[in-house]
């Protein structure tokens, strides 16, 4: 396929109006021309360039006025000691529903500890924590078997949360189909790359349609394209009502985030 | 349903990884060529064989599945769901072997009774997943747990019978039962044998549940106050 051909494709993959699409990819093919260059040459390739120029489009359109929900998780003075020493102290945070939250700090300053207090793995010293009852957590790496295949995973999450099988898989191969990813039904899981595996983690994470997703550095192993579209899917959830915990270190991140917890603070 | 998915999986997961299970399924092999040539020990060594074999597969396949097992719990998935799935798998595969390794004892070498041969590989096969599975529990690394299960099997091999020490070992069963069907004798050493087993698959079963009740426990958290 042409770079035009392609980019248009990925545009209207990733939700525009054919007419829109057609449109950006003539534009996008006469700028190139202006400079008397091919299109690759100077945008890159097609697939990353429609991504980043929906992502431009969708920050830069005027934000609609969101209306939050109730309040999905509340932290209040939470603090970890490990024998004598702090980790954190006197932490708190309220997220609600169509709110995203991040956590950053320094490595070892507790953002993944502060994660699984919020799921509940690990109890705080101190501090009160309320939590919504259905929550979804996404780790920064294992979290799967090697052995077994996506589908697998996705029928062995879905009897976890009561789902029949048939329900579980086509949950699964869809959340997956929003990740730009198609599972292979003979493909293990040790056989995946680290970004597919991490995207396999997120899918599981939703699974069960939880009111709160805890992320944990998902995006480990992602490619450009994968980035934008994690970052494209957590604007989804939050869009659709549900509240995001979202652990990363990288500050761009956070410009389109509601609230923002520095742990190294 | 858990339970059973999870049985299914795990079965699933164990069969994709064949050159393990191959060197499973002969461990409890030379053991038995070993001592090939005195009947009752070679019968005795391969049902220590299948209860080494089927513990240390069970200890790998519940160590595999630590990072997967807190996730499963926050999703809805019970304890009982996890661990009972999981022992159901291994108490087949277990099974699955003793039924093969038991007829190939009857058969070549002509035990007294026959059928308590095959009890006896059974019982071993039964008590040896839930061993497997209480040690992965108490200690959830691989290299850790394999050593504590070296030290079962050896003692269990090297004490001697008449000891009280051999009677407090998982495979003491196996060795009453066995007993009875190579040297004949009362059928007291039977009921023995089977209360024994019983008691160590209740003691190694409620172990398993009670320390994965208490690893993956969760938090209960109240719900949020508007």
């Not at chain 1, 595996?197 to 490619?223: A, C, I, M, T, W």
């Not at chain 1, 994690?230 to 979202?246: E, K, M, P, S």
């Not at chain 2, 009774?113 to 019982?123: A, E, G, K, T």
Request: include cysteine; charge should be positive; hydrophobic fraction near 45%.
């Amino acid at each position: 396929m042409s770079w035009p051909a392609v980019f248009e494709a990925e545009l209207l993959r990733l939700g525009l109006q054919p007419r829109r699409a057609r449109q950006l990819s003539t534009e996008t093919v006469q700028q190139a021309a202006e400079h008397a260059s091919a299109p690759a040459d100077i945008f890159g390739p097609a697939h990353l360039y429609a991504r980043h120029l929906v992502s431009e489009l969708t920050v830069t359109a005027p934000v609609p006025m969101r209306t939050t929900g109730p309040v999905l998780l509340r932290l209040t003075g939470v603090g970890k000691r490990y024998r004598r020493q702090n980790v954190f102290h006197d932490v708190s945070l309220t997220v609600r529903g169509g709110e995203v939250a991040a956590i950053v700090g320094a490595n070892g300053c507790g953002k993944s500890t502060l994660l699984r207090i919020c799921a509940g793995l690990t109890r705080p010293t101190s501090g009160t924590v309320e939590r919504t009852r259905r929550v979804g957590l996404v780790p920064q790496d294992g979290g799967t078997a090697g052995w077994l295949t996506a589908e697998e995973h996705f029928r062995l999450f879905g009897a976890a949360a009561g789902m029949a099988r048939p329900r579980a898989a086509s949950t699964g191969d869809h959340l997956a189909a929003r990740l730009a990813w198609r599972p292979r039904r003979d493909q293990r899981v040790q056989q995946l790359s680290g970004g597919t595996r991490q995207k396999l983690n997120l899918v599981l994470g939703e699974l069960h349609s939880p009111d709160l997703l805890l992320l944990d550095e998902p995006y480990q192993g992602f490619d450009q394209g994968a980035y934008l579209d994690f970052w494209q899917q957590v604007f989804a959830w939050r869009d659709a009502g549900r509240a995001i915990v979202v652990v990363t270190h990288l500050l761009h991140d956070l410009a389109n985030v509601d609230h923002v917890l520095d742990l190294s603070s | 349903m858990t339970a059973l998915v999870v049985a299914s999986l795990s079965a699933r997961e164990v069969g994709r990884r064949r050159l393990a299970l191959a060197l499973m399924v002969s461990l409890p092999l030379w053991f038995y060529l070993v001592r090939h040539a005195q009947a009752g020990s070679s019968i005795r060594m391969l049902t220590l064989g299948i209860g080494w074999a089927i513990s240390t597969l069970t200890l790998f396949v519940v160590n595999a599945s630590r990072t997967v097992d807190p996730r499963l719990r926050l999703t809805g998935a019970s304890v009982l769901g996890i661990v009972g799935g999981r022992l159901l798998a291994m108490t087949g595969v277990g099974l699955a072997l003793a039924t093969g390794y038991g007829l190939l004892a009857v058969v070549d070498q002509k035990p007294l009774h026959p059928w308590s041969v095959m009890l006896m590989m059974v019982v071993t096969a039964i008590v040896a997943a839930p061993l497997g599975s209480l040690i992965g529990a108490v200690l959830p690394r691989e290299l850790e747990g394999a050593f504590a299960l070296f030290s079962f099997s050896a003692v269990q091999m090297l004490a001697d019978p008449g000891q009280l020490v051999a009677k407090l070992l998982p495979f003491w069963s196996s060795r009453e039962i066995g007993n009875y069907a190579i040297d004949g004798g009362s059928t007291d050493l039977i009921w023995r044998g089977l209360a024994h087993g019983a008691a160590v698959w209740v003691i190694c079963t409620a172990g398993t549940v009670g320390f994965f009740a208490w690893r993956l426990r969760l938090a209960r958290y109240p719900e949020p106050r508007p």
